[in-house]
């Protein structure tokens, strides 16, 4: 039996390098598995269900790619999937997803017409000694930046007007390590020169960061943190309504 076990771990590493640019290989980067640049959303989601670009796919039950409205004003973006997220392959179906819901209607919102997506793909977790359950485990920044093309595809396809980062993780993925969510939620900051291939995104007016819905959850005084994210999302309200010198689509 020991034998057949390792004989089985050696199969998946040597699988995990099989990709172009895999991990295997050394490489973080899911550059080699984008398909081609004619390709639309649900052309980019069937391939991203293949990325090996990073070692998280191997113990993730599957990649959840974004969705939403293909042509939303707003993208709302997140750390990564959670557990519900990774069983059902779908973003923002847990409970933070409900918060974030709640809170765009009271921000006056309509999270029907929003793109949700996530800065990591697959989900990365802990399983304590003696447990079952999977417990978050925040991703790291080369993670992050591996995974970055697919977050770059997204915004290009949908071309939002505002990108809404949720979280810490959410703000490092386009503005760096350096990335502070109680210093710079918000307010409406410039859109950083992250697109790939010297592409553009021109619609991108810019970017509004916030807590994590999940945040929400965890604090001590759910009222006031919830209360804060709502005032952040109005500021997208106020530029998608032309109050901060936005345009309607």
Same mark, same amino acid.
């Given at each position: ?13 040597? !699988? ?8 295997? !290989? ?35 039950? &599957? ?8 042509? $939303?004003?707003? =993208?709302?973006?997140? !750390? ?7 069983? #059902? ?20 919102? /309509?999270?029907? &017409? ?14 304590? !000694? ?5 417990? #978050? ?27 809404? $980062? =949720? ?27 992250? /697109? ?15 807590? #994590?819905?999940?945040?929400? =959850?965890?604090?001590? /005084? ?17 530029? =998608? ?6 345009? /309607?689509?």
């Amino acid at each position: 039996m020991a034998g057949a076990t390792g004989r089985a771990v050696g199969r998946s590493e040597a !699988e995990a390098g099989d990709g172009p640019g895999g991990p295997g !290989e050394g490489g973080y980067d899911a550059t080699p598995f984008l398909p081609g640049r004619r390709a639309r959303l649900p052309g980019l989601r069937k391939a991203a269900a293949g990325c090996r670009g990073c070692p998280l796919y191997r113990d993730a039950t &599957q990649t959840v790619f974004g969705e939403g409205d293909a042509g $939303a004003a707003v =993208l709302l973006l997140g !750390e990564q999937p959670g557990d519900q997220e990774d069983r #059902h392959g779908r973003p923002f179906v847990g409970p933070a997803g409900k918060v974030l819901a709640r809170a765009l209607a009271d921000a006056g919102l /309509d999270p029907a &017409q929003a793109y949700l997506t996530n800065a990591v793909k697959h989900f990365k977790f802990t399983v304590p !000694e003696g447990r079952k359950r999977r417990i #978050h485990k925040a991703p790291n920044l080369r993670e992050i930046t591996a995974c970055r093309p697919w977050l770059l595809e997204e915004l290009r396809l949908v071309s939002p007007e505002v990108v809404v $980062a =949720l979280g810490a993780s959410a703000g490092k993925a386009l503005l760096g390590s350096s990335f502070r969510v109680t210093e710079q939620r918000g307010a409406l900051l410039p859109w950083p020169d992250i /697109d790939r291939d010297g592409g553009s995104a021109p619609d991108i007016r810019g970017l509004v960061a916030t807590i #994590h819905p999940s945040a929400v =959850l965890r604090a001590d /005084d759910r009222d006031r943190a919830y209360d804060g994210l709502v005032a952040d999302l109005r500021v997208v309200a106020d530029v =998608l309504g032309g109050r901060e010198g936005g345009s /309607d689509r």
